[in-house]
């Protein structure tokens, strides 16, 4: 009967890019930006009434390749073009472009298979043995598991139960995408 929604229910349980109205403009978007040679790391609404509304859109080259300032400029132009049209916010805001940056977050299931063996900071949305945070090395996946080295400690983390992740700025980390120019080799 209809159109099936279970695709977009699939893709989101792999990844945890936005939520909310920003996942609305995440829709949006996407199409676009993907056609562009772009994969979107996160999105993110913030302000609104007393405090100016602030839109950022973090992303990366789907190839690993780097972001510098022309990429970013094409980026914002394409989503201004296609923002003016939906107009999904309905009020002014700040559009912000940006790259993950080294200590990127870490929003959907593969990233942490693709940094495995590097630090990370993941916070649970629920306790977990009496604890939310824990810091230690990436080891990959299993399934739909996160699977971390915590002080010796191989700790299992259900990705859907990560309310967010980042990777921890080392020497180590800053050696590896200096020489891969993005992700981990």
Request: some cysteine; aromatic content about 4%.
């Amino acid at each position: 009967m209809g159109s099936n929604p279970q695709p977009e229910t699939e893709t989101r349980t792999w990844r945890k890019t936005s939520s909310g109205p920003a996942a609305r403009i995440e829709t949006l978007i996407e199409p676009t930006l993907t056609g562009m040679g772009y994969r979107i790391v996160r999105t993110l609404l913030s302000g609104g009434q007393k405090h100016e509304t602030r839109l950022q859109i973090m992303v990366e080259r789907s190839d690993g390749g780097g972001m510098d300032v022309d990429a970013c400029a094409e980026v914002s132009r394409a989503v201004e073009a296609i923002l003016d049209v939906e107009d999904p916010i309905g009020s002014q805001y700040n559009l912000e472009i940006s790259s993950p940056g080294i200590d990127r977050p870490l929003t959907r299931l593969d990233d942490f298979e693709v940094w495995a063996g590097f630090d990370a900071r993941v916070e649970m949305a629920e306790p977990r043995a009496g604890r939310r945070r824990f810091k230690g090395k990436l080891l990959g996946v299993t399934a739909s598991d996160v699977r971390m080295d915590v002080d010796g400690t191989e700790w299992q983390l259900p990705f859907d139960d990560i309310e967010k992740a980042k990777l921890v700025l080392t020497d180590e980390l800053i050696a590896a995408t200096q020489t891969s120019g993005g992700a981990a080799s």
